[in-house]
T-cell receptor, first 113, second 117 residues
Framework: NAGVTQTPKFRILKIGQSMTLQCTQDMNHNYMYWYRQDPGMGLKLIYYSVGAGITDKGEVPNGYNVSRSTTEDFPLRLELAAPSQTSVYFC????????????FGDGTRLSIL | GENVEQHPSTLSVQEGDSAVIKCTYSDSASNYFPWYKQELGKRPQLIIDIRSNVGEKKDQRIAVTLNKTAKHFSLHITETQPEDSAVYFCAATLDPSYNFGNEKLTFGTGTRLTIIP
């Protein structure tokens, strides 16, 4: 039981490149979230999903896209990477509702140069 | 939407003393309040949570209190130890039965706690 797995752990991108951050969970949790955490700052919600086929915007969705075709996977897509997207990205899940503890992955550290 | 404010942003205490971190929230419909601890370079992890039907919850050296009338909740750490040094985040979430489609958690800005040996 791996919990929440994020890949890659580290990545350096050039401005204008695109990439997909992967998040997979094996806990059969319905709710999944993507956050970004800038250095020394708090967590900002990018997108979230309450189940397969359902996604919604969070606080800072611009420049990102998501999809949720299965319960297990919730990839985050960056199009036209910009330096402002340099951050640590965390994926998290909860079992049934937002009223339960969130389980976080180990994060992806992304640098845009 | 919900707004959560957290104070202080940094806190230093002598080992063995107590630490208190306070959060306020804006929406009276919020009913779940978790606290997360994030060690340097690691992922946030839940340390304690409280629901709006109770006023206090304790787990060994950690306790959380909730005042629904004043819309604030606090984390209390007693007999602090060096391993308590970390960033602590409070959070609040709205009851989904009142806010269908607003299924998210709002985090505070974090408190960096340093335990001085």
């Amino acid at each position: 039981n791996a919990g929440v797995t994020q890949t890659p752990k580290f990545r350096i991108l050039k401005i204008g490149q695109s990439m997909t951050l992967q998040c997979t969970q094996d806990m059969n949790h319905n709710y999944m979230y993507w956050y970004r955490q800038d250095p020394g700052m708090g967590l900002k919600l990018i997108y979230y999903s309450v189940g397969a086929g359902i996604t919604d915007k969070g606080e800072v969705p611009n420049g990102y896209n998501v999809s949720r075709s299965t319960t297990e996977d919730f990839p985050l897509r960056l199009e036209l990477a910009a330096p402002s997207q340099t951050s640590v990205y965390f994926c998290a899940t909860t079992q049934r509702t937002n009223q339960q503890p969130q389980h976080f992955g180990d994060g992806t550290r992304l640098s845009i140069l | 939407g919900e707004n959560v404010e957290q104070h202080p942003s940094t806190l230093s205490v002598q080992e063995g003393d107590s630490a208190v971190i306070k959060c306020t929230y804006s929406d009276s419909a919020s009913n779940y309040f978790p606290w997360y601890k994030q060690e340097l370079g690691k992922r946030p992890q839940l340390i304690i949570d409280i629901r709006s039907n109770v006023g206090e919850k304790k787990d060994q050296r950690i306790a959380v209190t909730l005042n629904k009338t004043a819309k604030h909740f606090s984390l209390h750490i007693t007999e602090t130890q060096p391993e308590d040094s970390a960033v602590y985040f409070c959070a609040a979430t709205l009851d989904p039965s009142y806010n269908f489609g607003n299924e998210k958690l709002t985090f505070g800005t974090g408190t960096r706690l340093t335990i001085i040996p």
